[in-house]
Nanobody
Framework: QVQLVESGGGLVQAGGSLRLSCAASGGTFRSSPMGWFRQAPGKEREFVAAISWSGIRTNYAASVKGRATISRDNAKNTVYLQMNSLKPEDTAVYYC?????????????????WGQGTQVTVSS
């Protein structure tokens, strides 16, 4: 079983940047694809980005492509999400998750371990 703890959220002005971190312990982090999702109030949880176990391959939602970079450091058991040019519509709770199979997976059902989330609020 993988335990995941996110950090790095906060309040930022539109156009600003944040770097989210997700520290993993236990389980098979180093062999798992990892993803970031987000959920705004009243909305369903949506895919943001994912990365292969090796860190070589990545996948992004259209809404963040060009503004987000996912990366991982397997030596530190940590995955990151760098978000730039933030917009008010990026406001949400951001979750990291460990995937079952592939970095291509974009459904929450394809991820079996989740962190508790970190709040990102972008003011206009």
């Amino acid at each position: 079983q993988v335990q995941l703890v996110e950090s790095g959220g906060g309040l930022v002005q539109a156009g600003g940047s944040l770097r989210l971190s997700c520290a993993a312990s236990g389980g098979t982090f180093r062999s798992s694809p990892m993803g970031w999702f987000r959920q705004a109030p009243g909305k369903e949880r949506e895919f943001v980005a994912a990365i292969s176990w090796s860190g070589i391959r990545t996948n992004y939602a259209a809404s963040v492509k060009g503004r987000a970079t996912i990366s991982r450091d397997n030596a530190k058991n940590t995955v990151y999400l760098q978000m730039n040019s933030l917009k008010p519509e990026d406001t949400a709770v951001y979750y990291c998750a460990a995937g079952r199979a592939s970095y291509r997976d974009q459904s929450p059902a394809d991820y079996n371990y989740w962190g508790q989330g970190t709040q990102v609020t972008v003011s206009s």
